[in-house]
T-cell receptor, first 111, second 117 residues
Framework: SQTIHQWPATLVQPVGSPLSLECTVEGTSNPNLYWYRQAAGRGLQLLFYSVGIGQISSEVPQNLSASRPQDRQFILSSKKLLLSDSGFYLC??????????FGPGTRLTVL | AQKVTQAQTEISVVEKEDVTLDCVYETRDTTYYLFWYKQPPSGELVFLIRRNSFDEQNEISGRYSWNFQKSTSSFNFTITASQVVDSAVYFCALTSYSGAGSYQLTFGKGTKLSVIP
């Protein structure tokens, strides 16, 4: 069966510090991978998606970036965090038109 | 452009009451999928159902049922005999094909359901 992992689960970072969130999927090959952000009390915003290694599409211009160094690994990064980057970050995977399945999320607080 | 509207921001019901969560969508695609997800306090989104645009049959799964009406662009979700464990935020979502084999989800803003014992 397929599983999706995210780490860390929680993170508190100062403004201006770098960020690296990791997502890995097990039990499937060549998945589509997604990063979403959910600000407190708000809906989900798609940040990036990837259909293959090295292929990244950005939905919202911002100080975040994403990379896919391996088939089942998706990384969300920032060189300098802003206060507005605080939120709940969710990684998801899917194959073609199947549902997107979500990971447990990372709760990021930028102080 | 795709759009999903969940007009109910918050709903409170007493345990064992039935509750319906509304979802209205907009799309120009003739083929699309609709979804419902549950987000309990832990935060993880749990997939509940997917409905193909060509299949308007209503579906029942235990205490959950879904009513898909293409004529009104609605995909409503009913919980029968609600329980405290149903307390969560529920999201309705719609797919759009973004090219190169990738489908993107457009989410509604969610409905927070509180079931009071």
């Amino acid at each position: 069966s397929q599983t999706i992992h995210q780490w860390p689960a929680t993170l508190v970072q100062p403004v201006g510090s770098p960020l690296s969130l990791e997502c890995t999927v097990e039990g499937t090959s060549n998945p589509n991978l997604y990063w979403y952000r959910q600000a407190a009390g708000r809906g989900l915003q798609l940040l990036f998606y990837s259909v293959g290694i090295g292929q990244i599409s950005s939905e919202v211009p911002q100080n975040l970036s994403a990379s896919r160094p391996q088939d089942r690994q998706f990384i969300l990064s920032s060189k300098k965090l802003l206060l507005s980057d605080s939120g709940f970050y969710l990684c998801a995977w899917s194959v073609s038109g199947t549902p997107q399945f979500f990971g447990p999320g990372t709760r990021l607080t930028v102080l | 452009a795709q759009k999903v509207t969940q007009a109910q921001t918050e709903i409170s019901v007493v345990e064992k009451e039935d509750v319906t969560l509304d979802c209205v969508y907009e799309t120009r695609d003739t083929t699309y999928y609709l979804f419902w997800y549950k987000q309990p306090p832990s935060g993880e989104l749990v997939f509940l159902i997917r409905r193909n645009s060509f299949d308007e049959q209503n579906e029942i799964s235990g205490r959950y049922s879904w009513n898909f009406q293409k004529s009104t662009s609605s995909f409503n979700f009913t919980i029968t005999a609600s329980q405290v464990v149903d307390s969560a935020v529920y999201f309705c979502a719609l797919t759009s094909y973004s090219g190169a084999g990738s489908y993107q989800l457009t989410f509604g803003k969610g409905t927070k359901l509180s079931v009071i014992p």
